[in-house]
């Protein structure tokens, strides 16, 4: 009887098996891709990585990256495909001024403010 058990249980051990093979596994699922940005709209760091702009919809908003503080605030229109005009207002020094961006290529801003001050924007990564 001793036989009869053991093959009895390599039996159901064997169909486990053999259903565990057949198991399938679920579809690959590829995780989404964030479409590639495009001209202005999105998110822009300085190069000192201290804020982040960001420019949608013809606004305008630049937040301290340590804080999340706003710093400025306003709104954008675009010139031309290479080139936006911003209207800034500061919220620490309570002043609004004009700033005048140009797309160098999909990545860098090159800006220029009515005051003659220059600095540069990149385009923040996807998981910034």
Known sequence: MTIA??????????????LAACQV???YRPEPVAPRQTGFEGNWLSTDGVAMSTLTGGQFTTRARDTGSTLATG????ID????TI??????RQTTSNVNCALI??????????TGQQFTLVR???SV
């Not at 709104?75 to 675009?78: A, E, I, K, L, S």
């Open 5 to 18: 058990r053991f093959a009895r249980r390599a039996a159901t051990m064997a169909a486990f098996a053999a």
């Open 25 to 27: 596994a679920a579809p």
């Open 75 to 78: 709104n954008y229109r675009n």
């Open 81 to 84: 495909g290479r080139t936006i």
């Open 87 to 92: 209207q800034v207002t500061s919220l620490i």
């Open 105 to 114: 290529n999909p990545t860098q801003l090159n800006c220029t403010s009515s």
């Open 124 to 126: 923040a990564p996807a």
